[in-house]
């Protein structure tokens, strides 16, 4: 199942942050409670071999030319993440300010920074910001659906969150590799709305490992307040799993509503896929 889209009626519609600012002051209400690193085997691509940034030649973030190519027959890279890399002053200047379509850098910088030139994210904080960044970013569909499954199913529970992409992949704010090349598969999630037994007899069935996190996430579906708070359990490709309590935003009354609006017509009946770059 694809993102769902709101019908076009008088309903109010869920605007995204206007600032960084506004994003840092919901993600100093994340509480996290365990993370665990299964190890699984990742290559630097981000857990896919879908392609590798230390096999192919790094090109211009702007424009997508290679050194040779380049004024200087170098490239350049950017002095404050040292990782996205130019042909040429302009092409910096044009990346930087975004425009016809393309995020600026100034907005994804710090990202870039955070995964650095092997797309990976080393430090548990990073990891952190990471986590809460991809949840902020689908929160006006993921919440929604939380909502409503917590009340069409009549049970406390928790929303399962996984992905086919590595962390430091998903985190990103475009499909843009550390080495400027285009990600070459869609980035998306699967959410599930799930119960302690369901959790037992299906999640833990499928994958043991993940029966490490049973104890901290029992903790959190049974101290969570639903009415401001969403209980999280993530899992990613690259083996990354995490623990926690997320800040309801939008809050109960509007995730209500838009869960009805959005899922009430059985499109949230089972799992949903949300494409992280339509969003």
């Known amino acids: 199942m694809t993102t769902p889209s709101p019908k076009e009626d008088n309903q109010p519609t869920p605007t995204v942050p206007e600032s960084v600012a506004d994003v840092n002051g919901i993600k100093s209400q ?14 630097s691509d981000g857990g896919n ?28 890279k950017c002095a404050k993440c040292q990782v996205a890399s130019y042909c040429s002053r302009e092409c910096q200047v044009s990346s930087w300010k975004g425009g016809e379509g393309k995020v ?6 710090a ?27 689908i929160r006006f569909y993921a ?19 996984q992905s086919d992409s590595s962390l ?24 599930h709305w799930l119960t302690m037994k369901e959790y037992d007899s299906e ?14 996430l029992k903790t959190v579906v049974e101290e969570y307040d639903e009415k401001v708070e969403v209980p999280i359990l993530m899992r990613f490709r690259c083996g990354h ?14 995730c209500n509503m838009l869960g009805k609006e959005y899922y009430g017509s059985g499109q949230g009946s089972g799992a949903l896929q949300l494409n992280i770059d339509d969003m």
């Open 30 to 43: 994340f509480r996290w409670n365990q993370v665990i690193e299964l190890g699984y085997e990742e290559s």
């Open 49 to 76: 071999n879908a392609t590798n940034v230390e096999n192919e030649e790094a090109v211009c973030f702007h424009c997508g030319k290679v050194a040779e190519q380049a004024e200087s027959s170098k490239l350049s």
């Open 104 to 109: 600026g850098h100034k907005f994804s910088c």
């Open 111 to 137: 990202a870039y920074k955070r995964v650095g030139d092997d797309m990976m994210i080393i430090f548990g904080e990073d990891k952190d910001t990471a986590r809460q960044d991809i949840l902020s970013r």
């Open 143 to 161: 919440y929604p659906y939380a909502v409503y499954k917590a009340s069409t199913t009549g049970g406390r529970g928790f929303l399962f969150v």
């Open 168 to 191: 430091a992949v998903l985190s990103l704010p475009v499909p843009i590799l550390s080495n400027g090349r285009i990600y070459s598969k869609q980035r998306s999630v699967l959410l």
């Open 203 to 216: 999640v833990c069935m499928d994958d043991f490992e993940l029966a490490g996190a049973r104890k901290e």
């Open 241 to 254: 799993v995490a623990v926690g309590i997320a800040p309801l935003v939008p809050d109960f009354n509007l």
